[in-house]
Each structure stands twice: as C-alpha cells, then as structure tokens.
C-alpha cells in the first residue's frame, strides 16, 4: 500500500516538471514447451523542455510495468542539451547503428520538420524550429539513441568561443 502512495506521489511531482511520451510499444512472444509467453517492450522519452531528455526501453510482463520501467531509465540516462533561442546552435549527424539522423538549425517560424521519433524527442527537449532527416535505418529505437547522440554532442558556441581565448561578435 505505502508503495503505491510513494508512486502516485512520486508521479503527480514528475508531471509538473518532466513531460512523457511513449514513441512505440512491441509485444514480444517467448516460445516454451507449453506454448508462447507474452512480454512488452516500451520505448519512452521523458524531457522537461528546457534542455533536459532522456530515453529509455522498458521490458516486462505487463504493458503497464514496461512503461514505468522505460519512464524510469529515461530519467535516470537524462542529457542536457545546449539550445540557441528556439533552435539548435548547429548542424550535427547522430549515429547509432545503422542509423543516421541529420539535425539542421532553422529559422524562427519554421516548426519542427522531423520524423514521429525524432519530433517526439526534439519536441521534449524544448526545440520549436529544426529540420531533420532520417537516414539509414528507420528502426524506431536505433534512430532515437542516433538522435540523442546528435543532440550529446551539440556544442554551446559562448563555451567554444570562451575555450579558445576569443571574443563571440
């Protein structure tokens, strides 16, 4: 009983600071000599739009406890990103796998022209005006890791300018 209030609580905080979004759910047999087992695999990103996503596949029994799972990984592996007004500071390619993912900054108006994937983390992290394109692999879990490895090593143009002893015009 005290669990379940711990979790309610735990949830309702969450909310008001972290946004969730669930980007794909499998189910998954296992063949055993007396028939298939089902399992669940879920695929969530949690972002607080102010910079911070993480993203993280949950495995159970039951659909309900793979997207807690998959909610808890991806608040334990999140990343802060750097952002420039509502854009990134720079073009960047993310890769995972077999997938290629390209992030180009865009000009204020323009929206978030992307993939369901890469819109729903784009979205989370807090970039309004982007313009991507999946390349490679289209396996919804591999173009996410692709995507939040492009984003990881985004680099903020005042650190770069500061680290190399210049003056940002």
Not at 11 to 39: A, H, P, Q
Not at 79 to 93: E, F, Y
Not at 129 to 145: Q, R, Y
């Amino acid at each position: 009983m005290s669990k379940q209030t711990q979790n309610s609580t735990g949830t309702k905080k969450d909310k008001g600071e972290l946004e969730e979004r669930l980007i794909r759910v499998r189910r998954v047999f296992t063949v055993v000599k007396g028939g298939r087992r089902i399992g669940f695999n879920a695929l969530v990103v949690v972002g607080n739009r102010k910079g911070g996503v993480g993203i993280g596949l949950g495995k159970a029994k039951e659909l309900v406890e793979a997207i807690n799972k998959g909610r808890t990984k991806a608040e334990r592996e999140m990343v802060q990103i750097p952002l420039k007004d509502n854009t990134i500071p720079h073009q960047v390619v993310g890769e995972y796998g077999a997938a290629r993912v390209l992030l180009k900054p865009a000009s204020s108006g323009t929206g978030a022209v992307a993939g369901e994937t890469v819109r729903a983390i784009t979205e989370l992290v807090g970039i309004r005006d982007i313009v991507t394109k999946s390349l490679g692999s289209n396996n919804p879990l591999n173009v996410a890791k692709a995507t939040l490895q492009g984003l990881s090593t985004l680099k903020d143009p005042s650190k770069v300018f500061q680290s190399r002893g210049k003056a940002m015009k």
